[in-house]
């Protein structure tokens, strides 16, 4: 088997060495390729752990360096007679290469043991970063959602944490959207020029000085980032969560460490293009709510910004058994919708400082107008009811209300301690239209408070009267709604009244679905407004000067029982969206929080 040339090498045929190596090297392929087939199709953890462990093997051993040592070592053996100065300068040779770049072997076993215990395998490569801590990690295995999981990112010499999020496709790739835990400043799309690797790792590898930071705790709630021309007011994120969300949800963002509270109030869909692909994405717009404070169980506005690339979470507020008492004359009228934050009315603001409760027939006024109606009466105020509908005797019919049909029946009622509350249902005579009758009783209502007045110069006034007008857009219609032309006397009159009647603890409650043909001198008077679900854009208009564009545009996709509340009675500064309390007729039920 041996052949002598007359350069002095020597030619050793050895199937046994070469055969070897081929086996070695086809085992190599065939582990690279199931590593390759598990990462990309499996589910099961245990079969993910095994492709990692094939990974790990095949990439080690299969390495260029690792292979040239093999061939190099067959090679000297196979072709140089043995000890000969020609195969020693070629040992020497793979003696300089080889520790020029160690083997790597310390940290391939280090590896190999962390994938088998914790089964960290690689996912992916980071696709691009398109702003302040967002990753877009493109896979190249399917990934189950695990809140006990987080990834893991290695770029070059940097490792840093991300929190996994929504997954979808994008043309022939599957993309995962990502957060970092640590803070970077990047808030532009940019390509990404090494993809490094993603793996997924238990958190309970992850270090204490990042379990403690709010986005980790707060991890299972994170829906996005704060995006760009956020203001103190209103603040815009992109969603990148699959969280399920609508008008009227809350968020919360923290600073200064302090959860700051924000409510949903509109969507807008945008798109990025990026090398081709198309990026589609939501950005959500939530007005200031402000900060919880347990202790007066209201909202504090605050006067300060969120940091662009701040992560937002979604919140349900606190249990209403951690909540404090709120106090015998505020009542709760309900609470932020899908949260447990309560918000309730000063009674005595409600009335000396006149409300209005405007939407259209069916989205819940004359429900939300016994609620309140019943509070007063249990606040120990008087209720004069102008009721053109005949409905409130006989819904309010648990209080035994009086039923007036003659102006002179108004001050008797006021007179008697025993009445509570009244309704007035008057018809229209030759002599005195239905208008008529209404400012002769408010008048009434007005000089019986003066006469009764007990309260001294520098006191708060309280309420006494609470004067209701049920329908107000024929009790108290715009001058250009007037059918009858001595009207508009009778409706200034009114105004007047009101106008005077907080001095005198006298206050009104305008109820109408008609916002543009009620009189604007008594509609400008209420400092608190209910707004249900509306579609005159003339009230729409008009309500933008109280509640704000955003919330005077959400108003038409306001769902039943639902109410943007704002001014002087509410327990928030600003206005926002509630889930009106479900009252049954007849049925009186405060949601009045105890200690």
């Not at 100065?85 to 790597?104: D, K, Q, R």
């Not at 209103?234 to 969603?239: I, V």
């Not at 939300?368 to 309010?396: C, Q, T, W």
Request: glycine share 6%; charged share 20%; net charge negative.
């Amino acid at each position: 088997n041996q052949e002598q040339h007359s350069s002095g090498w020597v030619v050793r045929e050895n199937f046994l060495f070469w055969g070897t190596t081929f086996a070695f090297i086809l085992a190599i392929g065939i582990g690279a390729f199931l590593s390759m087939v598990i990462q990309t199709f499996s589910h099961s953890i245990r079969l993910l752990k095994l492709g990692r462990v094939l990974f790990e093997l095949t990439t080690f051993v299969g390495s260029a360096k690792r292979l040239f040592s093999a061939v190099l070592f067959l090679s000297i053996i196979s072709y140089f007679e043995l000890p000969s100065v020609a195969g020693l300068l070629v040992f020497l040779f793979w003696a300089v290469v080889v520790t020029s770049e160690p083997l790597g072997i310390p940290g391939f076993i280090e590896r190999l043991i962390d994938s088998m215990r914790h089964g960290n395998f690689i996912i992916g490569r980071v696709w691009r970063v398109i702003g302040a801590n967002i990753y877009q990690i493109e896979l190249s295995t399917a990934v189950e959602k695990n809140d006990e999981k987080l990834l893991e990112v290695t770029q070059g010499a940097e490792t840093f944490l991300c929190i996994p999020l929504k997954t979808f496709p994008l043309k022939d790739k599957r993309i995962l959207n990502a957060i970092a835990i640590s803070n970077q400043t990047t808030s532009e799309l940019f390509p990404i020029n090494d993809p490094g690797t993603v793996k997924v790792i238990d958190i309970a590898q992850i270090p204490e000085s990042v379990k403690g930071t709010k986005i980790f705790t707060e991890r299972k709630k994170l829906l996005g980032i704060v995006e760009d021309n956020s203001d103190i007011e209103q603040l815009k994120f992109k969603l990148l969560s699959d969280q399920s969300l609508q008008e009227g949800y809350l968020v919360k963002v923290f600073i200064g460490g302090e959860p700051i509270v924000y409510q949903i109030v509109n969507a807008i869909t945008r798109s990025n293009s990026y090398e081709g692909d198309e990026d589609r994405f939501v950005i959500v717009v939530a007005q200031q709510v402000g900060r919880w404070d347990n202790q007066t169980s209201r909202f504090e506005s605050i006067g300060w910004v969120a940091d662009p690339g701040s992560p937002v979470f979604y919140e349900t507020g606190v249990p209403i058994s951690e909540l404090n008492a709120i106090g015998e004359t505020k009542k709760v009228v309900g609470k932020l919708p899908n949260s447990e934050y309560p918000i309730h009315v000063e009674i005595n603001d409600v009335v000396t400082h006149h409300t209005a409760i405007l939407g259209i027939t069916g989205s819940g006024k004359t429900f939300l107008a016994f609620e309140l109606i019943r509070k007063m009466v249990g606040s120990g105020i008087k209720v004069l009811i102008f009721d053109i509908s005949a409905d409130y005797a006989r819904d309010l019919g648990d209080l035994s209300p009086q039923r007036l049909t003659t102006t002179g029946e108004i001050t008797p009622f006021l007179n008697n301690p025993e009445h509570k509350i009244a309704v007035a249902e008057f018809q229209p005579t030759s002599s005195e239209t239905i208008v008529k009758a209404t400012a002769i009783s408010v008048r009434h209502v007005l000089d019986w408070a003066k006469y009764n007045l007990t309260s001294q110069q520098g006191e708060n006034i309280k309420a006494k009267v609470c004067v209701v007008f049920e329908e107000a857009h024929s009790l108290i219609p715009e001058w250009n709604s007037v059918s009858i032309a001595g009207d508009k006397d009778e409706v200034n009159k009114i105004s007047q009244a009101i106008l005077q009647g907080r001095k005198y603890g006298v206050g009104a409650l305008v109820i109408t679905q008609r916002t543009a043909n009620i009189t604007k001198t008594i509609l400008n008077q209420c400092n608190t407004i209910f707004a249900l679900q509306s579609f005159d854009q003339t009230g729409l208009e008009f309500l933008k000067n109280y509640i704000g564009d955003e919330h005077a545009n959400a108003l038409s996709a306001l769902l039943n029982r639902q109410a943007v509340l704002f001014g002087k009675a509410s327990s928030s500064r600003r206005p926002v969206i509630v889930r009106l309390n479900d009252v049954e007729m007849s049925n009186p039920a405060d949601e009045e929080i105890e200690d």
